[in-house]
């Protein structure tokens, strides 16, 4: 695909995000989750769900870069509930799925997921110490058991990626990921979240009571589950960094208008020095994170492993998109603190960027391990 078809694809992309998505933020927000089959479904037919995925499946077969570019122009929803269930179903479920995963998995599973028939969710993270979720093999079956927290777009997920224990062994090496239908017997939904953020996305805590699926179901290796899953981070991590890049950007442009217009004794503002300074500040650092991201996805779709570069970005992303959020709210006054208006909308929701895909101490952890900075065994 020639550049020009890209600009021409990306111009369909703001199209639908301008008439099918912007228009009914505010109702979905408030409804506490918005309509994925329908949008996956207009997003899987224009291709925008496989962007890297392989074109026997109804992918586009493009690299990283591609997804990165979609996942920037999807920063133009004004809010990050939807990228974000976006961005599961697109390049955090299913990297791992499409990279290692048979023929027959793909088939059932990535195939309905690219064109948008399909929801998919991401089981990774647990309620708590020892509600891990364990699985007893028997003959061509494994028997699941446990809970799963924080699972956006579980409550009416198709199917999801699970991380499992499925056998003896050391912490990195007994775990699997499973693709596992949620219309299973077994499959409960427990609760549906109330969150300060995200509010479009629903986010569910889901139990597995003796659900029994086939060990076929296994993607690529057994054990090799949280190893594929480190990697599947790489591509969430910098997917949530492109994504929140675009609506920074946009923050600081529609405070930059606000501003203007809004006058306090004649004066904008934004012509107070201390206002448009401070802004001139934010997106200078908003450009140094862009540069970062190019630079990880330059070296990723080379085959370079970019798990440092990857979890710097992503620290760095949640540490900038507080301190914009902050700042850009205070210069919007008592209209900032409303909950309709962009800007407060983006200081909620952009909160989850520090926590989510691994927390910012844990994005700190990685990086120590490899500047070999930890104490030493
Ligand atoms: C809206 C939302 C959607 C989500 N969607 C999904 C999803 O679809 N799929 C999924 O699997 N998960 C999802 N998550 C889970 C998310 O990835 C986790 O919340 C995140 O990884 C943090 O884990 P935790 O909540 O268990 O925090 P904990 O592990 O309990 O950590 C709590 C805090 O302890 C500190 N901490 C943790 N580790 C360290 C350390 N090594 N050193 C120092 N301090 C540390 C950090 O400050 C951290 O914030 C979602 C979460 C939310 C809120
Ligand atoms: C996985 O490994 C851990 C750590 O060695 C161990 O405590 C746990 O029992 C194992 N789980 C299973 C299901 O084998
Ligand atoms: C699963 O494995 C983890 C380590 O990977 C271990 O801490 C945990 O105890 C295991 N849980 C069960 C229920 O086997
Ligand atoms: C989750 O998926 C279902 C469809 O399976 C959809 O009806 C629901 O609105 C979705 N919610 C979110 C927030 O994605
Ligand atoms: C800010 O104003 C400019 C010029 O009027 C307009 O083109 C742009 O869309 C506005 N930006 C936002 C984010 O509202």
Known sequence: MTIICLL???FILLQIIDQEINPHVAKWEEEGQFPAHKIFKILG???FLGVNKPVEYGGLGLDFSFSLAVAEELGNINCG????AIGVQSDMATPALARFGSAELKKEFLQPTIMGDVVACLGVSETGAGSDVATVRKGDEYIINGGKMWTTNGTQADWMCLLANTSEGPAHKNKSLICLPMKLPGVHIARKIDKIGMKASDTAEVFFDDVRVPCTNVIGQEGMGFTYQMLQFQEERLWGVANILTMMENVIEETINYTRQR???KQPILYH???????????TEVELLRSLLHRATALYIKGNDVTKLASMAKLKAGRLARELGDSCLQYWGGMGFT???LVSRF?????????GAGADEVMLSIICKYMDTLPRK
């Open 45 to 47: 037919n224009a291709g």
């Open 263 to 265: 006058k306090i004794f």
């Open 81 to 84: 509930g939807i990228p974000m």
């Open 347 to 355: 200081y909620r929701d952009s909160r989850l960027m520090s926590i």
């Open 339 to 341: 909950s309709d208006v």
């Open 8 to 10: 021409i694809h990306l």
């Open 273 to 283: 020095q201390v206002v448009h300074f401070r802004l001139a500040e934010l997106q």
